[in-house]
C-alpha cells in the first residue's frame, strides 16, 4: 500500500470547498441576509460532509476527474454544506436546543437575531438546491435532477428531518437502543450517507459501486454520532467549540447514556471497521481518503 | 371569445392539486412531523400558485397536454404550494409576524408548538424538490432540473427569502413607491412568477412563450400585493380568514399607507391590465384560465 497524506489531501480539498462557499454564498442578499448566511457558513466547520462527497468521487473515478464531474461534485459538495448550516443554525434556536455557542463564536440568532436565523437559514436551504441546478453548465440534467433528488430525500422527513423531530419528541423519554439507532441513522446519519451518494452521483457511479458507498456510509454515519456523544461527556467546550455537557443536563437519551463511555467506545470502534469492510469487498479502485476519514471519525476529539 | 366557465375549470383542477397534496405530503413522516405538514398544507388556502402553474401549461400546450408534461405541472403546483406553506408557517412564528390566526385556524405553531413549526416548516421545503425529482417518471431530466432551477431561485435569496429580509428591516421604516415595489416584487411576486414560469417549464416552452408568461407574472405578482393591503385595510378578519389590520398595527409600509385606498386601487386596476396586455400581445394558444386568474386577483374579497 502506497503511503498516503491525508493532511495534504485534505487541506487541499477543503481550500477549493472555502473558496467556492465565498463565491457562492451571496454577499449582497438584501437587508443583512447575505451577512447571516456567510456568517453560517464561512470560516468554520469540520467540512466533513464535503470531504466525503470529494472522496467518494475519486473512489469511484480516480483523483482526475473530467471538468464537469469535478465541478459536479464541488457542487454536491457545497450543496449538502449549506443544508447542514442550515439545519445548526435553526437547531440552535431559542425554540429547539437554544445554544449560544457554535464553532467557538455566537449562535446566528444571538448575533443575528431570531428573525434573522430563521430567514438565514432558510435562505441556505434554498441556495442548496440553486447550487446544484446551474443552466450554463456543462453537468448533465441527469446528474443534476439525481443529486437535488439525494439531497432532498437526505435532508427531508424521512432523513435529517425525521431525525430531528424524533429527537425533538425523545427529550426526557426512554429510548432503546433500536431506537436511538433509528433516530440517529436519520438526523446525523442519512446526510453523511447523502454525501458519500452525491459523490457518487457526480461521478455517474454503477449500483455495485453506489451499494458499496451506501454500506460505507451507514457504518460511518452511526460512527459519528456514537463519538460525537462520547465526546459530549468528556470534551471541553472550547475544544469542542460548542457546549459541552448538553445532552446530559437536556436529558436526552445518548450512546454513553445506554450503553456506558466503554460500550460506546467499542461501538464505534466495530462501526468503523464495518465501513472499511465496505470498501475492502468492493471493486472502487482510490479508497484512501474515504478510509482516512473513517479513522479520523473514529479518532477525532472535536 | 367562446364562454369560459372559470369556477368549472378551477374546481376541477383544484380537485386534482388536493388529491396530488393529500398523496404526497407524507402522514407517516416520524414523530408527529408528518401530521403539522399536513395540517400547515391540506384542506386550506386559495392555491393561486398551483392554479398558476397549470393555467400557464395550458397555455402553452392546450388543455390535453403529454402525460409527462402534465405530471411534470402537476408536481410543480405541488410543489410551489409546499414553499409557500411553508413561508406561511415561518412567517406566522412569534420571532416573525406572531400570528395566531391562519385560514381561519390556529397557526401551525400554536397546535404544533414552535419547534413543530420550525421543522415541519424546513421539511415542507425540503419536501418540493422531492416532489420535483422523482427517480421513476417519465419527466425527462432536463425539465426536473429546471423546475428545482427555478423553484430556487424565486424562492431564495434573491426571491422571496430576499423579500422578507427586507420587509423584516423595514417595519417602521419610510419606504419610497419604489422601494415598496422592490420589496413585494421579491417578497410575494417571485413565487408568483415563478409559478408561470415553471407551467411553461413543465410545457418546454420556448424562449418567447417565456418571455410573455414572464411579463404576465410581473404585473399579477404585485398586483396581487396591492390586492392585499387593500383587503388588510377594507376587509374583516373573519372574511380574510387572519387578522385584519396587522399592517397598520405593525407599523409596515403598504400600498394603502403610500398611495391611499384609491391610489392603490387604480394601481391594482393598470397592473392587471397590463397582465391581460401581455397575453394579447403574445403568440400563447390557450390563455382564458391566466386570465380568469388574473381578473380574480384583482377582484377576490380574502
Redesign the interface.
Known sequence: MSSFDMTAWSSKQLLLVEQSLMQWV?EA??????EA?RYAVLDGGKRLRPLLVLASLEACVGDSPAAPMSEAAMRAACAIELIHA??LV?DD?P??DNDVLRRGKPTVHVKF????A??S???L???A??L????DSEI???V???L??L???G????GM??????D???VGVQLSIDQLRTMHR?KTGALLETSVLMGAQAAQAGPQAMKALLSYGQALGVAFQVVDDILDVTADTAVLGKTAGKDAENNKPTYVSLLGLEGARKEATALAEQAHQALADSALMQTQALRALADWVLQRQH
Open positions: 451571496p442578499a438584501p437587508a443583512g441576509l447575505g448566511m442550515y439545519s435553526h434556536m425554540c429547539m437575531g431570531e428573525a434573522g430563521l430567514l437559514g432558510d435562505a436551504q434554498t441556495l438546491f440553486e446544484l441546478t446551474p443552466s448533465p440534467s441527469q443534476q435532477a439525481r437535488c433528488g439531497l432532498a430525500r435532508a427531508g422527513h424521512a428531518a425525521g431525525g430531528q423531530a424524533i425533538l419528541a425523545s436519520c
